[in-house]
Protein backbone atom coordinates (compact mmCIF):
# COMPACT_ATOMS: atom_id res chain seq x y z
CA UNK A 1 0.00 0.00 0.00
CA UNK A 2 2.62 2.60 0.69
CA UNK A 3 4.94 1.78 -2.06
CA UNK A 4 1.74 2.22 -4.23
CA UNK A 5 1.24 5.53 -2.89
CA UNK A 6 4.64 6.39 -3.12
CA UNK A 7 4.54 5.16 -6.74
CA UNK A 8 1.62 7.53 -7.36
CA UNK A 9 2.97 10.67 -5.63
CA UNK A 10 6.12 10.34 -7.67
CA UNK A 11 4.08 10.09 -10.92
CA UNK A 12 2.07 13.45 -10.34
CA UNK A 13 5.29 14.70 -8.98
CA UNK A 14 7.34 13.99 -12.16
CA UNK A 15 4.23 14.75 -14.55
CA UNK A 16 4.21 18.44 -12.95
CA UNK A 17 7.83 18.62 -13.65
CA UNK A 18 7.56 17.01 -17.05
CA UNK A 19 5.36 19.12 -18.76
CA UNK A 20 6.88 22.30 -20.32
CA UNK A 21 7.40 23.46 -23.64
CA UNK A 22 10.49 22.05 -24.40
CA UNK A 23 9.86 18.97 -23.28
CA UNK A 24 5.85 18.71 -25.37
CA UNK A 25 8.13 19.91 -28.03
CA UNK A 26 10.76 16.90 -27.77
CA UNK A 27 7.75 14.29 -27.42
CA UNK A 28 6.37 14.95 -30.48
CA UNK A 29 9.46 15.48 -31.87
CA UNK A 30 10.09 11.64 -30.89
CA UNK A 31 6.52 10.80 -31.73
CA UNK A 32 7.37 12.44 -35.75
CA UNK A 33 10.77 10.73 -36.04
CA UNK A 34 11.02 8.05 -38.79
CA UNK A 35 13.04 5.12 -37.46
CA UNK A 36 13.52 1.82 -38.83
CA UNK A 37 11.90 -1.18 -38.25
CA UNK A 38 13.83 -4.55 -38.08
CA UNK A 39 12.18 -5.74 -41.51
CA UNK A 40 13.79 -2.39 -43.34
CA UNK A 41 10.48 -0.33 -43.20
CA UNK A 42 10.51 3.04 -41.68
CA UNK A 43 8.13 3.71 -39.18
CA UNK A 44 7.20 6.88 -36.95
CA UNK A 45 5.45 6.54 -32.78
CA UNK A 46 2.37 8.12 -33.82
CA UNK A 47 1.30 5.99 -35.95
CA UNK A 48 0.81 4.72 -32.18
CA UNK A 49 -0.70 7.73 -30.85
CA UNK A 50 -3.84 7.00 -28.57
CA UNK A 51 -1.93 4.08 -26.48
CA UNK A 52 0.18 4.62 -24.16
CA UNK A 53 3.64 4.04 -25.03
CA UNK A 54 6.27 2.87 -22.90
CA UNK A 55 9.43 4.05 -25.23
CA UNK A 56 12.82 2.14 -23.96
CA UNK A 57 16.18 3.81 -25.48
CA UNK A 58 18.39 0.67 -25.30
CA UNK A 59 21.26 -1.08 -26.90
CA UNK A 60 22.46 -4.90 -26.91
CA UNK A 61 25.68 -4.38 -25.62
CA UNK A 62 24.33 -2.80 -22.63
CA UNK A 63 24.34 -4.81 -19.89
CA UNK A 64 21.37 -3.05 -17.81
CA UNK A 65 19.23 -2.98 -21.32
CA UNK A 66 19.61 -6.83 -21.17
CA UNK A 67 18.70 -7.06 -17.28
CA UNK A 68 15.37 -4.68 -17.70
CA UNK A 69 13.88 -6.69 -21.40
CA UNK A 70 12.14 -9.25 -18.96
CA UNK A 71 10.16 -6.61 -16.96
CA UNK A 72 9.38 -4.81 -20.70
CA UNK A 73 8.25 -8.10 -22.29
CA UNK A 74 5.71 -8.83 -19.01
CA UNK A 75 4.44 -5.03 -19.19
CA UNK A 76 3.97 -5.74 -22.74
CA UNK A 77 1.71 -9.03 -21.82
CA UNK A 78 -0.09 -7.72 -19.02
CA UNK A 79 -1.16 -4.23 -20.60
CA UNK A 80 -1.53 -4.92 -23.97
CA UNK A 81 -4.94 -5.03 -23.71
CA UNK A 82 -5.21 -1.88 -22.56
CA UNK A 83 -3.72 0.03 -24.84
CA UNK A 84 0.21 -0.21 -23.76
CA UNK A 85 2.56 -0.61 -26.19
CA UNK A 86 6.37 -1.40 -25.65
CA UNK A 87 8.46 0.01 -28.15
CA UNK A 88 12.31 -0.70 -27.87
CA UNK A 89 14.44 1.31 -30.08
CA UNK A 90 17.83 0.31 -30.37
CA UNK A 91 20.61 2.58 -30.16
CA UNK A 92 22.57 -0.73 -32.33
CA UNK A 93 22.83 -2.58 -35.57
CA UNK A 94 20.04 -4.32 -37.55
CA UNK A 95 22.01 -7.59 -37.18
CA UNK A 96 22.59 -7.55 -33.81
CA UNK A 97 19.14 -6.57 -32.39
CA UNK A 98 17.69 -9.28 -35.19
CA UNK A 99 19.63 -11.88 -33.00
CA UNK A 100 19.14 -10.87 -29.85
CA UNK A 101 15.10 -10.24 -30.69
CA UNK A 102 15.31 -14.12 -31.22
CA UNK A 103 17.37 -14.72 -28.91
CA UNK A 104 15.63 -12.84 -26.00
CA UNK A 105 12.00 -13.67 -27.25
CA UNK A 106 11.18 -10.36 -27.21
CA UNK A 107 7.37 -10.03 -27.54
CA UNK A 108 7.63 -5.94 -28.34
CA UNK A 109 8.04 -3.73 -31.20
CA UNK A 110 11.34 -2.69 -32.28
CA UNK A 111 13.15 0.13 -34.03
CA UNK A 112 16.63 0.91 -34.72
CA UNK A 113 17.76 4.64 -33.68
CA UNK A 114 21.27 6.22 -34.66
CA UNK A 115 22.33 9.69 -32.87
CA UNK A 116 20.02 12.15 -34.09
CA UNK A 117 17.40 9.88 -31.57
CA UNK A 118 19.75 9.69 -28.87
CA UNK A 119 19.72 13.55 -28.71
CA UNK A 120 16.21 13.25 -28.78
CA UNK A 121 16.42 11.71 -25.85
CA UNK A 122 18.39 14.03 -24.22
CA UNK A 123 15.77 16.80 -24.99
CA UNK A 124 13.73 14.28 -22.83
CA UNK A 125 15.71 14.62 -19.90
CA UNK A 126 18.36 12.00 -20.42
CA UNK A 127 21.34 14.67 -20.21
CA UNK A 128 24.30 11.89 -20.10
CA UNK A 129 23.09 9.82 -23.14
CA UNK A 130 22.97 7.12 -21.46
CA UNK A 131 21.05 3.62 -22.01
CA UNK A 132 18.72 2.36 -20.82
CA UNK A 133 16.24 5.41 -20.54
CA UNK A 134 12.49 5.32 -20.69
CA UNK A 135 9.68 7.67 -21.44
CA UNK A 136 6.19 6.74 -21.03
CA UNK A 137 4.14 8.64 -23.27
CA UNK A 138 0.32 9.15 -22.41
CA UNK A 139 -2.07 8.53 -25.30
CA UNK A 140 -2.07 12.06 -26.54
CA UNK A 141 1.63 11.72 -26.83
CA UNK A 142 2.40 13.49 -23.48
CA UNK A 143 5.60 12.83 -21.43
CA UNK A 144 4.29 10.84 -18.42
CA UNK A 145 7.59 9.96 -17.23
CA UNK A 146 11.03 9.30 -17.78
CA UNK A 147 13.45 7.25 -16.02
CA UNK A 148 17.61 6.81 -16.40
CA UNK A 149 18.37 3.18 -15.85
CA UNK A 150 17.19 -0.24 -15.34
CA UNK A 151 13.08 -0.09 -14.86
CA UNK A 152 10.97 -2.92 -12.88
CA UNK A 153 7.93 -4.41 -13.16
CA UNK A 154 7.02 -2.80 -10.31
CA UNK A 155 8.21 0.77 -11.14
CA UNK A 156 6.44 0.41 -14.27
CA UNK A 157 3.49 -0.73 -13.24
CA UNK A 158 2.84 1.87 -10.85
CA UNK A 159 3.52 4.55 -13.74
CA UNK A 160 1.30 2.85 -15.59
CA UNK A 161 -2.08 1.87 -13.38
CA UNK A 162 -2.97 6.31 -13.25
CA UNK A 163 -2.46 6.36 -17.09
CA UNK A 164 -4.97 2.82 -17.76
Known sequence: MVAAVAGLAGYYFNRARLSSP???A???KLMQASLTDLSGKRQTLSQRRGKILVVN???????????????????QTK?????????GIAI????????????????YGLLIGGAEILATSRELGNLAEVLPFTVILDRAGKVAYTHVGVLTEG????VLLPLL
Open 22 to 24: ATE
Open 92 to 107: DNVAKVLDYAAEMSIN
Open 26 to 28: AAE
Open 79 to 87: HAANGVEVV
Open 155 to 158: ALDS
Open 57 to 75: FWATWCLPCREEIPALKKI
